[in-house]
Nanobody, 122 residues
Framework: QVQLVESGGGLVQAGGSLRLACAASGRTFNNYIMGWFRQTPGKEREFVAFIDRKSSTYYADSVKGRFTISRDGAKNTVYLQMNSLKPADTAVYYC????????????????WGQGTQVTVSS
């Protein structure tokens, strides 16, 4: 089992920045692909980014160039640095862990955090 706890959400003005963190506990952190998803009411959970075991990164087109995912094995933590935020980025952001070799879809992930709210005002 892996337990995931997100932090760092909040309210920010458009053009601002936030950094989300997801602390993992339980089984070996470096064995997992770590991903970020987001969800707004009435919509499906949307892929944002993932980082694999070798720290290769993959992004949704909507956040490419603005968001950066990273991981710190010593701290068992994955981060999502979000810059140039837009109102359209407003959502609950979820951290997730996958045992697969490639994990872009929601159903590729085995463990989920509880989510953290990000609100971007115009």
């Amino acid at each position: 089992q892996v337990q995931l706890v997100e932090s760092g959400g909040g309210l920010v003005q458009a053009g601002g920045s936030l950094r989300l963190a997801c602390a993992a506990s339980g089984r070996t952190f470096n064995n997992y692909i770590m991903g970020w998803f987001r969800q707004t009411p009435g919509k499906e959970r949307e892929f944002v980014a993932f980082i694999d075991r070798k720290s290769s990164t993959y992004y949704a087109d909507s956040v490419k160039g603005r968001f950066t995912i990273s991981r710190d094995g010593a701290k068992n933590t994955v981060y999502l640095q979000m810059n140039s935020l837009k109102p359209a980025d407003t959502a609950v952001y979820y951290c997730a862990a996958s045992e697969k070799l490639f994990a872009r879809g929601e159903y590729d992930y085995d463990y989920w955090g509880q989510g953290t709210q990000v609100t971007v005002s115009s």
